[in-house]
């Protein structure tokens, strides 16, 4: 039979035809290469036009432009996309979808291959994300994830340790240095499977165990049955389970050895002072490292100071993290700088206890500093225990500060004006002496401008976050002394504001701080006196502080009038009234009633509203 070369191909209506007739053997194949490379299962959804797919080739003749679609039925491509050339290269992007296929063949390997219980190997397969991404990685784009990750695991066994110490709350970089030698298999070390469950029956978190493996990796060395017995040797004292797991998963070590004499002391101690275990126990961070000896001797040397039972209970109650041996090393150094400086034990505790501060976070390394500089300065040591007892906070925030010498030369002052200074204001300290200041405010004049201190000390109190943009906003609208302000502040708690909401308030609108004492008095009396507003009115619109006595009585003066004549609802919100321009006040309140507009001008020109 002899072929044609070229096919037959005539259009019918809108539509190609293509004839019967075979083509040659030559095109043949190259049509059943191209159908081979369509359906190839590798490679995504094709797309092509009938012209860029050339069948035939016709000498006087071209197909049409019009696009159709040739593709193979559509599979689910798990591997959604793979990190820009820009990202790290290591790291790959999976779906969903693939992530819990990944998960679900991770679990029927430590389930069903290796026999693990159910819940551990569940536990093992939903917490270990990076382990899984790891897994992932090593198959590369396929499209069933779960077959491909499950032959995978058929043949290339993993460390075992490694999701397992991850489900437990390690991060990947903790891991690798925890890793048994020559181990794979957890069931090789049976004693770490065995305390393990051990500490899951008796209720520890499984986040938790990992931090109690890094801290003490003895305790999952124990035989059977020890661990069990030192956790409930704990409960015996009358200690509740919350209370013991609490303590085992901030402190490991009390696992180690006997029960901790120093642990049952402090509890003992605590309860002498009215101090229950759950309080102890609700208080009891994590992320503190707890030295029972040296919390037992911080208590002892407390107590010797004086400390009655409702000052600690007041201590504590200030300063939680007292009960953490960092306060403890603290105090030890705290107490015989300020024993030199001439303070009497009494008044030490009474500093202690009125700022409690002091012993967190840097304050008291800040303090040691400033009571340094200013010794080194040529200040009297009556002079400096006097600015210690009335401004320790203001001293603790004085940080990274300069050498005298150096402050002296910038300030172009002598040492004993500079000491007159600081004596008069010690927050003048923080302002020429800190290196973290941007600017040194230099000492010109009658020392205008030098309450920046005194400001940023104020509105950290307030909830700021120091050196962010909110705080810096602040400062701008703030005018006056940090003092003033804060007896500002205390004004409008006075009047029965909550402290909360006031410090609202001035987040909002911390201009309301600019207004006298006087002034935030006199407009609170109209609000609340004269117009019949509730106070917590200006809570939501505190910037009604901020307007002028003439606007605000102009504006509710023609409210309430127009009210009284039923056109106008009663306690329109303060917003309505005051932040509108007065055009639009007219348009929409004034001009409600016939008279409006005569009343509005009356008002406008009477004297008692100037």
């Not at 049509?31 to 590798?42: A, D, K, L, T, V």
């Not at 925890?178 to 298999?185: D, E, Q, S, V």
């Not at 507009?597 to 009477?606: G, Y």
Request: hydrophobic share 40%.
């Amino acid at each position: 039979m002899k072929f044609k070369r070229y096919p037959e191909i005539w259009k019918q209506g809108n539509k190609w035809k293509i004839s019967d007739t075979l083509p040659t053997y030559r095109y043949y194949s190259q049509i059943c290469n191209m159908i081979s490379q369509i359906y190839r299962p590798w490679f995504p959804p094709v797309i092509v036009s009938e012209d860029s797919l050339r069948f035939w080739k016709t000498p006087s003749f071209s197909l049409p432009t019009n696009q159709v679609y040739w593709r193979t039925r559509l599979t689910h491509v798990a591997k959604v996309s793979v990190a820009d050339k820009n990202d790290c290269p290591i790291a790959t992007r999976f779906s969903h979808i693939a992530r819990t296929e990944a998960k679900d063949a991770l679990f029927d390997y430590l389930y069903s291959t290796r026999g693990f219980h159910f819940l551990d190997a569940e536990h093992m397969s939903n917490n270990s994300p990076a382990f899984l991404q790891d897994l992932l990685s090593k198959i590369g784009n396929e499209r069933d994830v779960r077959r491909s990750l499950s032959r995978y695991l058929r043949y290339h066994p993993i460390n075992e340790f490694v999701p397992f110490f991850e489900s437990l709350g390690l991060k990947p970089y903790e891991i690798s240095s925890l890793l048994p030698r020559n181990l794979m298999f957890l069931s090789d070390d049976d004693m770490l499977l065995e305390n393990f469950h051990v500490l899951c029956n008796f209720g520890v978190p499984y986040s938790k165990i990992g931090k109690m493996y890094k801290e003490a990796i003895e305790i999952f060395s124990y035989d059977h049955g020890v661990l069990s017995s030192k956790l409930h040797a704990y409960e015996a004292l009358g200690l509740s389970k919350p209370m013991v797991i609490k303590l085992v998963t901030c402190c490991p070590m009390l696992l180690i050895g006997g029960v901790n004499g120093a642990l049952i002391r402090v509890l003992e101690e605590l309860k002498c002072l009215g101090i229950e275990s759950n309080w102890i126990s609700d208080r009891l961070s994590d992320k503190i490292t707890y030295d029972w000896n040296k919390i037992l001797e911080t208590l002892g040397f407390i107590t010797e100071m004086g400390c009655s039972k409702n000052d600690f209970l007041r201590l504590l109650e200030e300063l939680p993290e007292f009960l953490s041996d960092d306060p403890g090393r603290k105090i030890y150094v705290l107490v015989p700088l300020l024993l030199k400086l001439g303070l009497k034990v009494n008044e030490i505790l009474a500093l202690l206890l009125k700022y409690p501060r002091v012993l967190a976070g840097d304050l008291s390394k800040n303090l040691w500093q400033a009571i340094h500089f200013m010794s080194e300065l040529g200040m009297e040591t009556q002079d400096i225990a006097k600015i210690v007892q009335t401004h320790p906070q203001a001293l603790g925030s004085c940080s990274s500060l300069k050498k005298p010498k150096t402050v002296l030369s910038e300030v172009k002052v002598g040492r004993k004006r500079l000491c007159d200074m600081i004596k008069e204001d010690p927050l003048y300290l923080s302002s020429f002496a800190s290196q973290s200041n941007i600017k040194l405010l230099r000492v010109v004049g009658d020392e205008k401008g030098m309450y920046l201190p005194e400001k940023t000390t104020f509105l950290l109190k307030l909830g700021f976050v120091e050196n962010s943009d909110e705080i810096k906003k602040a400062m701008k609208q703030f005018r006056g002394r940090g003092d003033r302000l804060q007896e500002r502040f205390d004004c409008l708690v006075d009047a029965g504001l909550d402290c909360h909401d006031v410090s609202n308030m001035i987040k909002m609108a911390p201009s309301v701080l600019n207004q006298s004492i006087e002034v935030i008095e006199m407009k609170i009396d109209y609000l609340v006196n004269c117009f019949g507003y509730p106070l917590e009115a200006v809570i939501p619109f505190p910037s009604y502080l901020c307007y002028g006595i003439k606007r605000i009585k102009l504006r509710f003066s023609m409210c309430k009038w127009l009210g009284d004549r039923g056109v106008l609802r009663p306690m329109l919100p303060l917003a309505s009234i005051l932040a509108c321009s007065e055009a639009r006040f007219v348009k929409h309140q004034v001009s409600l009633h016939p008279e409006g507009p005569i009343v509005w001008e009356r008002l406008k020109n009477s004297s008692s509203l100037r």
